[in-house]
């Protein structure tokens, strides 16, 4: 009977110890799931209230505007936010469709522009698409660091699902105009009219607005006028250069077919040198048939001589139909699905000839412009 009971009596001891060494594990794992879950509560909570105010008002301020001055120690201008009807309709159509085609359709995440974020990014090799959309990119505006990680991901598309609960898409639109990176120190679509070209946006021609549509992938590295360096940069001006404003043969891009959306901002692109930019560029996948892409932008000259000028100008009207696209990420479905549907080109754009002739008049040097 002695030995049976020395036995029980280990057993019970063994099964004390595996239990007193079990209940430190669970106690941890306790305690960072209530810290996930307060930290989860405390940044809706914050985000919603703001968001809930700038249904309202303009941010004073946003986290990058903080971030760029405080850390990259920049000289930054103070934003100008515009109201929706301040901007011309033809600049929104622009944005919406080299951005995110989708915009009017989707709930703030796009799976499927994110699906081919991520095919795109194998087969470049880099990082450089991440499938945002707009409303991702106005969460990661107002309330992110431009860091590149998954936790920042992930805090986006919950910022970007409260934005599209709590606002129209018309405010979300604004917000994005009203804030969005368009150079060091230089935030909204206004400013950077002011900065780039001495006058405001609604006195900007198409190119001109092509051209700061165009630099939104990378507005750090580049300028209005450098944006023919970069090989991507090339390819969505271009685009936006034969859909909204004249042909351009001597970058022959079909209108029907917009370049890859939701490239990552600057830090992406500017990882990458030139040469290496140019040649990732060559073998990008189109979003709509998953072939390669031709670089057809690689003879395009510089920005400094307008596309009117050295290309035969067309006396037709200019073609506003919306692009019939399977990509919804990426083509211009916005005109089927905003208010914008209805709007044609401004009268003073019917005839190319003469609108070559007012921009040859009209046209600043970029180099002149006073900066505001």
């Known amino acids: 009977m002695k030995p049976e009971s020395q036995s029980s009596e280990a057993r019970a001891l063994k099964v004390k110890k595996n239990g007193k060494a079990r209940k430190p594990v669970w106690k941890i794992l306790r305690i960072a799931l209530l810290a996930i879950l307060i930290v989860h509560l405390v940044f809706i909570g914050l985000t919603s209230a703001l968001i809930f105010a700038y249904k309202f008002a303009n941010p004073p301020t946003t986290v990058l505007i903080i971030y760029r001055s405080a850390v990259s120690h920049w000289e930054v201008q103070k934003p100008i936010p515009l109201k929706t009807e301040q901007i011309p309709q033809y600049i929104r159509r622009m944005l919406i469709s080299v951005e995110d085609g989708g915009f009017y359709e989707h709930h703030g995440i796009d799976i499927e522009a994110i699906k081919r974020a991520r095919e795109l990014n194998e ?22 660091l431009p860091t590149k990680s998954y936790i920042r991901k992930y805090f986006e598309a919950i910022t970007a699902l409260e934005l599209e609960l709590i606002l129209s898409k018309d405010r979300i639109l604004e917000l ?46 580049y300028t209005p006028d450098t944006l023919y360096r970069s090989a991507i940069l090339r390819q969505r ?74 290309s035969p100008i067309d006396s037709s009207p200019i073609d506003s139909s919306p692009i019939d696209s399977d990509d919804g990420a990426s083509g211009d479905t916005s005109s089927d699905l905003s208010p914008m549907d209805s709007v044609e080109p401004s009268p003073e754009i019917d005839n190319l000839q003469e609108t070559k002739d007012k921009e040859k008049a009209d046209e600043p040097s970029i180099s002149g412009t006073p900066e505001f």
């Open 123 to 144: 087969k470049v090799g880099k990082p450089m698409y991440g499938g945002s959309t707009i409303t991702m990119q106005v969460a990661r505006t107002l309330f992110l």
């Open 176 to 221: 994005y105009f009203g804030y969005a990176e368009w150079g060091k120190g230089i935030f909204g679509i206004e400013r950077a009219s002011r900065v780039y070209f001495g006058k405001g946006v609604a006195s900007i021609n198409r190119d001109q607005a092509a051209r700061l549509i165009a630099l939104l992938s990378s507005p750090i590295k």
């Open 237 to 310: 001006y271009a685009y936006l250069v034969a859909r909204y404003v004249a042909a351009v043969p001597v970058a022959v891009v079909s209108a029907e077919t917009p370049p890859p959306s939701g490239i990552e901002p600057s830090a992406d692109i500017s990882e990458l040198s030139d040469e290496e930019e140019d040649s990732k560029t060559e073998q990008e996948v189109s979003p709509n048939d998953g072939e390669l892409l031709e670089d057809t932008s690689s003879n395009l000259s510089p920005i400094d001589s307008s596309p009117t000028d050295s």
